[in-house]
């Protein structure tokens, strides 16, 4: 079973062939120099050079995901907000629909595409689900009159899409949105040790491709293997109402301010496949 946590004094397993972190470190340069400068357009070439089925393509599809549906609250959050707006026609068909257009323009995959007994088909699957269950939740919440902030943000919604994903896969896989430890505002975000040392030795790394991810096989619970895969993701503008200046000045969610810029380091999406 996966939890999520790295246990102290694991063994470390030998990375794969090459290292997984170095195939996709290069393919995400690659693709940089090509020109596709955001860290989002750098993954998803990473996401492309896997083989499909793999665990590097498992992975960076939960990713993709995750990031294509949040991405729909960040674009709704204003409507959300709006105490004077009742229904706001967000439910989760229009979530699904949006998410699914996003993904669709990141990865240039269907969703649906994928053969529902396979690994990546049925995860994919199971966080669609679990996107749908959030919203169908999140109505009486995200509609109410004479409120304007509700507290259903995008990094909440990720939270609760992760726990039912978790729920439904039942150990298979675990999904969690982390980031440096100075900047985690949830403490079930706090970073694991082995979350803690690719944000140090890899993503801090000046060397280090923007928006590349870093994944290898490492000594999972209970003797088994599992792969792990982290994915950077950088402060938009949008983020900045919240995390960014006057640093220490309270935002709208009652949290201090980082004072972060602009495609600063924010977070990191982590995923664990346990091995199958």
């Given at each position: 079973m996966i939890h999520g946590g790295a246990r102290r004094g694991r063994r470390r397993v030998r990375p794969l062939v090459m290292g997984v972190a170095l195939v996709l470190a290069m393919t995400a340069g690659a693709a940089m120099i090509?020109?596709?400068?955001?860290?989002?357009?750098?993954?998803?070439?990473?996401?492309g050079a896997a083989a499909p089925g793999s665990p590097e393509a498992i992975a960076s599809r939960l990713s993709a995901m995750l990031q294509s549906a949040r991405?729909?609250?960040?674009?709704?959050?204003?409507?959300?907000?709006d105490p004077a707006l009742g229904d706001k026609h967000l439910g989760a068909d229009v979530v699904i629909a949006e998410a699914t257009a996003n993904y669709k323009a990141k990865t240039g995959e269907d969703p649906e595409s994928y053969p529902p007994d396979s690994r990546q088909g049925r995860l994919i699957r199971a966080q669609m689900d679990a996107i749908r269950d959030v919203m169908d939740n999140a109505q009486d919440e995200i509609n109410k009159e004479g409120v304007a902030f509700k507290g259903f943000i995008p990094a909440t919604f990720a939270r609760l899409v992760n726990e039912s994903f978790a729920e439904?896969?039942?150990?298979?896989?675990?999904?969690?949105?982390?980031a440096p430890p100075e900047l985690v505002r949830n403490r079930k975000a706090r970073p694991d040790d082995w979350e803690k040392q690719v944000?140090?030795?890899?993503?801090?790394?000046?060397?280090w491709a923007r928006g590349a991810p870093f994944a290898e096989v490492v000594a999972g619970d209970g003797g088994g293997k599992a792969f792990r895969m982290a994915v950077?993701?950088?402060?938009?503008?949008?983020?900045?109402?919240?995390?960014?200046?006057?640093?220490?000045?309270?935002?709208?969610?009652?949290?201090?301010r980082e004072g972060a810029a602009e495609g600063d380091l924010s977070s990191v999406i982590s995923i664990t496949l346990a091995e199958p």
């Open positions: 090509a020109g596709k400068g955001t860290a989002s357009e750098t993954a998803a070439a990473a996401a991405a729909v609250i960040s674009k709704h959050q204003a409507e959300i907000n439904r896969v039942k150990g298979d896989a675990h999904i969690k949105v982390t944000i140090a030795g890899k993503f801090r790394d000046p060397a950077p993701e950088y402060y938009a503008a949008s983020c900045l109402s919240c995390h960014g200046s006057p640093k220490g000045s309270i935002d709208i969610t009652g949290y201090p």
